[in-house]
């Protein structure tokens, strides 16, 4: 099946700086990109879908402005948590969706620690 | 608006017994079913799909799921449970609209004990 590759798969920073996650898809091209935050013992809450090409769209609730979202090409997206704070401690997954009856493709997620 | 419920937080389970983790869902229209797994600090592995069909589904690692029309439900259905098998199970419906987003439960932790 597909490939999505996500790096990093952990990272530790310092609160008040910026880290960027990035989502490549490594045998086809993705025109959207899903990004997904899941606390711990829950369920995945869509965060974003990164559009090549266009502005991401955001989910009611999340900080357009916090999470910056780029989609520089068809193989390629990035989520930036900018001026992190502790609060923003998660898992972070992104996920090529597939199409129709295809399933999604998730990258290996990254452990986000802001201390 | 489409839905998926997964009743149970947790299941447990001996090994070697048979599994099941249940799932019902919500759609207009026909609905495409998935189930997911995920292991701890990792993303989520597809296991199985319903699109159309046979309404027992085949997928990986011994996992089967049957679709019921008439209940609304996806259970995924294991034979013989290994201690592997332990981990969160996803189950998902594709918003068949234009973003093509998929709708997850809230996941359901499957213990298998020794």
């Known amino acids: 099946g597909a490939v999505v590759s996500q790096h990093p798969s952990w990272v530790i920073c310092k609160s008040g700086t910026s880290v960027k996650i990035e989502c490549r898809s490594l045998d086809f091209q993705a025109t959207t990109m899903f990004w997904y935050r899941q606390f711990p013992k829950q369920s995945l809450m869509l965060m974003a879908t990164?559009?090549?090409?266009?502005?991401?769209?955001?989910e009611q609730g999340v900080e357009k402005d916090k999470f910056l979202i780029n989609h520089a090409s068809l193989t390629l997206s990035t989520l930036t948590v900018t001026s992190a704070h502790p609060e923003d401690s998660s898992f972070y997954i992104c996920?090529?969706?597939?199409?129709?009856?295809?399933?999604?493709?998730f990258g290996q997620g990254t452990r986000l620690t802001v201390v | 608006a489409q839905s998926v419920a997964q009743p149970e937080d947790q299941v447990n389970v001996a090994e070697g017994n048979p599994l099941t983790v249940k799932c019902t869902y919500s759609v207009s229209g026909n609905p495409y079913l998935f189930w997911y797994v995920q292991y701890p600090n990792r993303g989520l592995q597809f296991l199985l799909k319903?699109?159309?069909?046979?309404?027992l589904v085949k997928g990986s690692y011994g996992f089967e799921a049957e679709f019921n029309k008439s209940q609304t439900s996806f259970h995924l259905k294991k034979p013989s449970a290994l201690v592997s098998d332990s981990a969160l199970y996803f189950c998902?419906?594709?918003?068949?609209?234009?973003?093509?987003?998929?709708?997850f439960g809230k996941g359901t932790r499957l213990h298998i004990l020794p």
């Open positions: 319903y699109i159309t069909g046979d309404n």
């Open positions: 998902a419906v594709r918003r068949l609209n234009r973003d093509d987003k998929i709708i």
């Open positions: 996920s090529a969706p597939g199409t129709g009856e295809t399933e999604a493709f």
């Open positions: 990164s559009n090549e090409g266009s502005k991401a769209t955001y």
